[in-house]
């Protein structure tokens, strides 16, 4: 069952039950998803990489947008961001860790032969395609650069 599935059998349990939170996120991922189709053509399907990179990105805009809730002294919408991100990340594959992170880059340079910084581009591509949902893309950079020096 593809994550779009699995998004609209979702919504239909949180219409039934009665949840807002999770039928306000859910929501908006099923929309995502309907933009990204309508982009790609009529007959589009998306690639579970794509979704996931949806579904990241939603989670991404809720928690910045806890943050500058949190700042500007609206904690309940904080809250409401938070619960919504929360919910939307059930969807993303498990996090790694530093260890398997660092495990997994070391062995994209050594596939792809790189040397130096100068080829971060070339770790990066790769990196970020493999590790799509399982790691954020600053956490990414962060070990290319740590482990390319």
Excluded: H
Excluded at 19 to 36: G, H, M, N, W, Y
Excluded at 134 to 141: N, V
């Amino acid at each position: 069952m593809s994550l779009t599935e699995t998004i609209a059998a979702d919504l239909i349990k949180a219409m039934k039950g009665n949840d807002k939170v999770a039928l306000e996120a859910i929501r908006a991922a099923k929309t995502a998803f309907l933009l990204a189709k309508s982009e790609k053509g009529q007959d589009a399907v998306l690639t579970q990489e794509e979704e996931l990179r949806i579904i990241g990105k939603l989670v991404k805009q809720r928690r910045e947008s806890a943050v500058i809730y949190k700042e500007n002294n609206r904690p309940e919408l904080a809250e409401k961001e938070t619960l919504e991100a929360d919910v939307l990340e059930k969807y993303l594959p498990a996090k790694l860790s530093d260890k398997e992170l660092t495990s997994v880059v070391k062995s994209i340079i050594d596939r792809l032969g790189a040397k130096s910084l100068s080829e971060m581009g070339k770790v990066m591509g790769v990196a970020t395609k493999e590790l799509a949902g399982r790691a954020d893309g600053k956490e990414i950079s962060a070990k290319v650069k740590e482990l390319l020096v």
